[in-house]
């Protein structure tokens, strides 16, 4: 595949991204979505926020697919694009048991895109251990604020 098709890809993904529903959804992912075990995800899956999960980790498993597939080059998927590691990251540590509920292939597609990025592993695991320390410092904040 042409470069510039390859590009006209990235773009419409990016593009997509921005959709409203989608950005609401991503925004909730990125920011309140920290499950520490099973019984949150299926908390959450049972819940208001269960579209939210289902579309982002649906929409980055479906850009691993174009990847996969050979539409998208991994060099160029993970130059333009950073959150499918943040995605992945805080589903990694339960996929055996969401496989298990929900279906073997669940993620597969950007489970392959991870593993054939160099370091895919270790940058997704340093974007949960981030997000984490990032939650406690806004936790130490709001607190220091409501005590004043």
């Known amino acids: 595949m042409a470069i510039q ?3 006209a890809l990235i773009l419409r993904l990016y593009e997509l991204r921005r959709e409203e529903t989608m950005r609401t959804a ?50 160029m998927f993970n130059d333009t694009n950073g959150e499918h ?22 993620l597969m597609n950007l489970e392959k895109v991870i593993d054939a990025s160099t370091g895919g592993r270790e940058r997704a695991a340093s974007m949960r251990e981030r997000m984490k320390a990032m939650r406690a410092r806004f936790a130490a904040a709001q607190a220091k604020e409501v005590g004043q």
Do not use: C
Request: glycine share 8%.
């Open 5 to 7: 098709d390859e590009a």
């Open 26 to 75: 991503r925004n909730w992912y990125a920011r309140e979505f920290n499950p520490e075990s099973m019984a949150d995800i299926e908390t959450i899956l049972a819940g208001e926020h269960s579209g939210h999960l289902r579309m982002v980790a649906s929409y980055w498993d479906m850009a691993a697919a174009l990847v996969n597939n050979g539409a998208i080059s991994v060099r």
């Open 85 to 106: 590691f943040l995605v992945f990251g805080k589903l990694e540590p339960f996929l055996k048991e969401i496989r298990g509920a929900f279906g073997p292939q669940y």
